[in-house]
Each structure stands twice: as C-alpha cells, then as structure tokens.
C-alpha cells in the first residue's frame, strides 16, 4: 500500500470519529450523503465560482439537479435574490437533509423551493423557465436515454441565452466508484455529449478541468471536466 493510499485511509478514519462526537455529528451526516468527508467549504465554493463564471447574476433563476444536501446549494441561495433557488433531487434522505440545511442557515428567507422528483423536477414545475440548470458530478450517472430525457427537459426550462453545465469524467479520473451502482457505467466524452445534445438543438463546449474553477486538486474528481451546453445558434 503506497503512501497516498495510507493517508486517505487514516483521513476517512478521522473524519469517521466525527460522527461519534457531538456537534459534529450533523456535518459528517450531511457529507457523507454527497462525499468526499472533510471538503464540505471547499465544494460549496467551488460551485458557486464555477457557475458565477459562467454568467450567473442574483437575479437568475436556478434550477440545481441533484442538489443533495445543498452542499452548493447553501451557497447558491445566499448569492441569488429570493425565490430564484430550485434544488431538484430523486432521494427523499437528501430533500430532508437539504430542509434541514436550510433552517440550520436561517435561509427560509430566500423562499429556495426544494423538490423531490424523479422528472429532474419537470412535472412539478408548471411554465418556469431559468438562467441556469447545474448538475455537479452528476451527468456521468446518466445513460444516453436519461441525457435525452434531461435534454428534452431543459428544450422547455432553459430561457433564451440560458446555459445548462455540469461536469463528467475527464482523464485521470478514477471511475470505480461508478461500479458500485453499474458494472458497466456510461463513458462519456464531450464529443458524446455534444452528439447527444445536438439532436436537441443544444450544442457542448469544454471548458477545462474542475480544478481550473477551483474544485480541490488534491481529490481525484479534479480531472473532471467541466462542458457548457447552450442552443445551437438560428
């Protein structure tokens, strides 16, 4: 066992007493619904740069797929102005928690609207359109049948100039954990999901590795890359 291996595993271990500790118990219940222990601040930030720099105003509206327990979300609702946050996720664990996050923030303020759905939250939403759809480390779960769903969903949600971003496995990326849920995960590249997105009118550009939007270098999602998908021009 090499060195790096060592210090994860001695790193997991620290991190696991938290759970036995009061106080701490309510953050390493939170992170360990989304992962990786010890890198809650620096995630929640990393979100909020990306998607800032891609264009993101306090006055647009949101809808965040997979939000979880709102480790970007938290973030998210204290940048945009109220009623602008939409946090969408198929888990009912992670909806509670992320209500939970939310009172803890005294941030019921921002009137965020959480929902538990299984359509990306396209049957709960009537006409509403957004800015912006996010999906972190999300879209490498997805087959090509649920891309085109998403696809199909955001033809409808995205407003004139929206973008739809999200991130999927780069070079260097280590996708084992994917194999818990599937023996033979999807291998997406940005040229798939362009293939994919263009036969719904949406065309993806690479925008570089996580790590150059400040995702921590050290986690080996880093390598992630980042695609910004928006309309094909008329």
């Known amino acids: 066992m090499d060195i790096a291996c060592k210090m994860r ?20 219940r939170i992170e360990s619904l989304v992962g990786p222990l010890g890198y809650w601040n620096q ?16 006055q647009h509206h949101l809808l965040d797929i997979g939000c979880g327990p709102l480790q970007g979300g938290i973030a998210f609702i204290r940048f ?4 602008r946050y939409f946090g969408v996720d198929n888990k009912a664990v992670a909806i509670s928690a992320a209500c939970e996050e939310i009172s803890r923030q005294q941030l019921w303020k921002k009137r965020p609207r959480l929902i538990l759905s299984t359509s990306f939250g396209d049957d709960q939403l009537g006409d509403m359109q957004f800015d912006f ?38 070079p260097g990326s280590d996708s084992s954990f994917l194999r818990v849920r599937n023996p033979r995960p999807p291998a997406h590249t940005h ?38 998908i928006t309309r094909q021009p008329a």
């Not at 995630?43 to 306090?58: I, P």
Request: with cysteine; aromatic share 10%; hydrophobic share 40%.
């Open 9 to 28: 595993m001695i790193r997991r271990w620290i991190y696991g007493v938290r759970s036995y500790i009061p106080g701490l118990q309510h953050q390493h």
């Open 133 to 170: 759809i996010w999906l972190s480390q999300v879209l490498y779960y997805f087959d090509e049948s649920t891309l085109h769903s998403l696809f199909a969903m955001a033809c409808r949600r995205l407003s004139p100039g929206g973008v739809l971003a999200g991130d999927i496995l780069g």
């Open 191 to 228: 040229h798939s999901i362009d293939r994919l997105a263009r036969a719904h009118g949406f065309r993806a550009s690479l925008l570089g590795r996580l790590n150059e939007f400040g995702y921590p270098k050290r986690l080996n999602l880093s390598h992630n890359l980042l695609l910004k």
């Open 43 to 58: 995630l929640q930030r990393y979100q909020l740069s990306a998607v800032t720099k891609l264009g993101l105003l306090t």
């Open 80 to 83: 945009l102005e109220p009623n």
